[in-house]
C-alpha cells in the first residue's frame, strides 16, 4: 500500500488544522493505522492509532482531548482533526499502516509509511 499525507501547514497557536492519509490499493480496511510525528532534532514518537474498522482508537497523553483520529474505509484515508494547536506540536507528521493482529505504538511494527507533512504552530 501507498501512503499520501496531506494536510500540513502554518496555524497560530490555538488553531486547527486536519491532516489525512490517503492510501492506494484495495486493502486499506485490513490495517490498523497510525499517525507519529518527529520534532527537528526529536526522534520521531507516537501520537495516535485507530484499528481497522474504526471503532477501536488509542491517543498519547500530550494529545489526548485536542486531536481525533478516524477513518473512511469507503474512502481509504486516515484523518488527524487538530484543535487548540500548541507550538510543540510542530513537526513532521506521518501516517503509518500496520499488518499487524494487535494494536501496537511502535514505528517498528508499522509495515508502511507516508511520505510526511509538515505542521507548524506559532506562538
Known amino acids: 500500500v501507498q501512503l499520501q499525507a496531506s494536510g500540513g501547514g502554518l496555524v497560530q497557536a490555538g488553531g486547527s488544522l486536519r491532516l489525512s492519509c490517503a492510501a492506494s490499493?484495495?486493502?486499506?480496511?485490513?490495517?490498523?493505522m497510525g499517525w507519529f510525528r518527529q520534532a527537528s532534532g526529536k526522534e520521531r514518537e507516537f501520537v495516535a492509532r485507530?484499528?481497522?474498522?474504526?471503532?477501536?482508537?488509542y491517543y498519547r497523553d500530550f494529545v489526548k482531548g485536542r486531536f481525533t483520529i478516524s477513518r473512511d474505509n469507503a474512502k481509504n484515508t486516515v484523518y488527524l482533526q487538530m484543535n487548540n494547536l500548541k507550538p510543540e506540536d510542530t513537526a513532521v507528521y506521518y501516517c503509518a499502516a500496520s499488518l499487524r493482529s494487535y494494536y501496537t505504538d511502535k514505528d517498528k511494527e508499522y509495515d508502511y509509511w507516508g511520505q510526511g507533512t509538515l505542521v507548524t504552530v506559532s506562538s
Open positions: 490499493g484495495r486493502t486499506f480496511s485490513t490495517y490498523n
Open positions: 485507530i484499528s481497522r474498522s474504526g471503532g477501536v482508537t
